[in-house]
């Protein structure tokens, strides 16, 4: 550590107390969770509220220093990097629900706040976030409005743009922009939440946030169909969409599925282990559930009779099917490194999508595990074989052939886990001109030094 990073270090240290800054091998130390240059900072800081925060950003910024913001590092695109010479701020002490107001079905909740804790909190209302994913006991929600995080019910509740009615931030020369509104309808100029909402912590740092609630229902039945076809996909998707029921609609392709159970030594009586796709649907539960379900099984099963199926009997059958989806750490364990990418694309276009790629990728000996989010269109591959046997060249060729027509056909290179660092090169090469010439403007009016996560997502023009 240099003379000039000790003496912000004692500076920092007076603002938020010597116990709530950790320097050095203790940053090194610190679990780096999904990405392992998360913790390459010399400095890590963790304030207690906003005030905090914003005295802690000024003293950097006085100092010419860089700031990358922390939640609960999840993020799988490297947008949470540092290096010795940067300073973490870490929002794990932002982590109170401030308010909840079960009328208005609303939460006001500090960044560091986790998904699953405001899950918890709401629950008790018979109310939730109305966004779920596998990571939602570590996720916080200022990491997820700063990727835009999606999960498990975008379909029907949107992804957290949707979510968030008002916000407060940090912005990069220690300023504190406070719009915490708490109702739907504000049509008063600009509204520059949104600046913030995906954009990495490179605009400013999210301390507050006003979540938009939604009515929970109770789970309901949990089904897994084997199924004959993509096009049989979307025809069970439409289906089950009818009942207006359908919770969470999440597909595997095969090679993503044998994996699954093979690991999870799973398997059902009379159910088609070797079919190409398998489909997992949650229904909201209440009255009338089960033949809800039991209507769509129907329906799959007179259009396609080679379709399986299997109804889980109990709350531990239905977390063994979705454990299939949701484990996919049993890659990377097996993989280290293992190459993931997350897109999107109209939904009528991700069977035809899905055979391309699979094709494509078998030509090059690898074997790519595709599964994901039907309802919405968002698609994740795996590609199973660790980062280090994977040179460049053959990385540039496993792009180009996922990338391909992609964003001409309405689609994105990411769908919700950011840009980061691993998925610039892409914005910079699938970004319409102007699109991103304006990105460049804005990160340039508000953080002209560039101290904000620089090299992630843009930079200043």
Known sequence: M?????????????IVGAGNLRQGDEVRLTDPGEYAANTGADL????????????????????????????????????????AAQVIVSTQRLNRIEALDPVAGTAIVGAGVTIGTVQDAAREHGLGPGIDLPSRGTATVGGMIATNAGGLEAHRHGVMRHRILGLEAVLPDGRIMSDLSQVLKVSAGYDLKHLFIGAEGTLGIVTRAVL????????GPVMMLSLPSGEAMLETMRIARQTGRLRASEAMWKNFFDFGTKDKNWSAPDYDMDAPLHFILEFEGGEGAEDAAGAVFEAVIEQFPDATGVLAQSLSQAEAIWTLREDTRIVDRQNPGAPSFDVSMPISELPAYAERIRLALEALDL??????????????????????????????????????????????????HGVGTKRRHLLDAEADPVKLALMRQIKAALDPHNLMNPGKVVDPA
């Open 212 to 219: 938009r609630l939604a009515p929970l229902q109770p789970q």
């Open 367 to 416: 074997v790519p595990l595709i599964f994901g989010h039907v309802g919405d269109g968002n698609l994740h591959v795996m590609i199973p074989r660790a980062a280090a046997d994977i040179p460049p060249e053959l990385m540039a060729q496993i792009e180009q052939i996922l990338m391909a027509g992609l964003v001409a056909r309405g689609g994105s290179f990411s769908a919700e």
């Open 44 to 83: 890590m800081v963790s304030p207690a509220d906003t005030a905090e925060v914003a005295a802690v950003v000024r003293a950097c910024a006085a100092a010419g220093v860089s700031i990358v913001a922390h939640g609960g590092r999840t993020g799988l695109v490297g947008g949470g990097a540092t290096t």
């Open 2 to 14: 240099d003379a000039k990073t000790a003496e912000l270090a004692k500076e920092i240290s007076a």
